[in-house]
């Protein structure tokens, strides 16, 4: 499978510990973004990464959360001391390069949970 | 205004007929449309994209956009109970996409 690849699929975190998310891009791909969808609400952009430089951060919240896309390995979304309004469905897509027609693909998503 | 409207439905059509998805952007400088859908629970499908006034078809799908009336629309033909999913209208903005909240359609068998 080619496709774009992210684990956990759920994510089961108490208040106050650190969720992991991962994501590895499709075959061919160097770009990577992270969105996120709360219940009920849209898909949010929250940061754009080239291996191992940080593009564009402007959704990220300024606190708890980073991002990382070594030069080996996944794409790495951290969110530490998780608050219950963390819960969300946090979506992965990467593309090949950031030229038109910017089509991104997205992964099956990590739905994080925070109780 | 929000940079991208989209009713959020539920739209109704009966099995077989035309579902008509629309959508309204803010910003004149958007180059590139896309339209996703995604079923419940589940993550986004790039379905169509378009980047010139006028129409795109690809199967049942047709995209149009109309960039001086800054709005964008999906057709899909022959609707079948399978096309139930939200629908979301996107656009790039510099290197990201911004997404619409989506239209949710219900095909009536």
């Known amino acids: 499978n080619a496709g774009v690849m992210q684990n956990p699929r759920h994510l089961v975190r108490r208040r106050g510990q650190e969720a992991r998310l991962r994501c590895s891009p499709m075959?061919?791909?160097?770009?990577v973004y992270w969105y996120r969808q709360l219940p009920e609400e849209g898909l949010k952009f929250m940061v754009y990464?080239?291996?191992?430089?940080?593009?564009?951060e402007s959704g990220m919240p300024k606190e708890r959360f980073s991002a990382e896309f070594p030069k080996e390995g996944p794409s790495i979304l951290r969110i530490q001391q998780v608050v219950r309004g963390d819960s969300a469905a946090y979506f992965c897509?990467?593309?090949?390069?950031?030229?038109?027609?910017?089509?991104?693909?997205f992964g099956p998503g990590t739905r994080l949970t925070v109780t | 205004q929000k940079e991208v409207e989209q009713n959020s439905g539920p739209l109704s059509v009966p099995e077989g007929a035309i579902a008509s998805l629309n959508c309204t952007y803010s910003?004149?400088?958007?180059?590139?449309f896309f339209w996703y859908r995604q079923y419940s629970g589940k993550s986004p499908e790039l379905i169509m994209s378009?980047?010139?006034?006028g129409d795109k078809e690809d199967g049942r799908f047709t995209a149009q956009l109309n960039k001086a009336s800054q709005y964008v629309s999906l057709l899909i033909r022959d609707s079948q109970p399978s096309d139930s999913a939200t629908y979301l209208c996107?656009?790039?903005?510099?290197?990201?996409?911004?997404f619409g909240k989506g239209t949710r359609l219900h095909i009536l068998p």
């Open positions: 990464l080239q291996k191992e430089n940080i593009i564009d």
């Open positions: 910003d004149r400088g958007s180059q590139s």
């Open positions: 996107a656009l790039n903005r510099d290197d990201k996409i911004i």
């Open positions: 897509a990467s593309s090949p390069g950031p030229n038109p027609p910017y089509e991104q693909y």
């Open positions: 075959k061919g791909h160097s770009h």
């Open positions: 378009i980047y010139s006034n």
